[in-house]
Nanobody, 118 residues
Framework: QVQLVESGGGLVQPGGSLRLSCVAH????????MGWYRQAPGKQRELVAI???????NYQDSVKGRFTISRDNAKNTVYLQMNSLKPEDTAVYYC????????????WGQGTQVTVSS
């Protein structure tokens, strides 16, 4: 059974930092491109950052220079380091895994809430 388990969300003040983690179970992690998405209330889910199995990264323009995605294949874990957080970063953050060869093999985590507020 495939599971993506996120952690690390919470309440943080503007300008603060959080690190999200997503541990993957039941997949050969190294064969998956990994991503972080977010969904704010009343808005569509949007891509935040992705990292390929070859560790190529890409970011949404609004988080470039503030967020860093990384992966540790030995730990089956993908991270999202979020610095200089802004209130507009408030959302539920979701981990995503897509097999590098077949996009039909796609999985989502349950989400973790990030709230940026003073």
């Amino acid at each position: 059974q495939v599971q993506l388990v996120e952690s690390g969300g919470g309440l943080v003040q503007p300008g603060g930092s959080l690190r999200l983690s997503c541990v993957a179970h039941g997949i050969i992690f190294a064969n998956y491109n990994m991503g972080w998405y977010r969904q704010a209330p009343g808005k569509q889910r949007e891509l935040v950052a992705i990292i390929t199995r070859g560790t190529i990264t890409n970011y949404q323009d609004s988080v470039k220079g503030r967020f860093t995605i990384s992966r540790d294949n030995a730990k089956n874990t993908v991270y999202l380091q979020m610095n200089s957080l802004k209130p507009e970063d408030t959302a539920v953050y979701y981990c995503n895994a897509v097999h590098f060869f077949s996009s039909a093999a796609e999985y989502w985590g349950q989400g973790t809430q990030v709230t940026v507020s003073s």
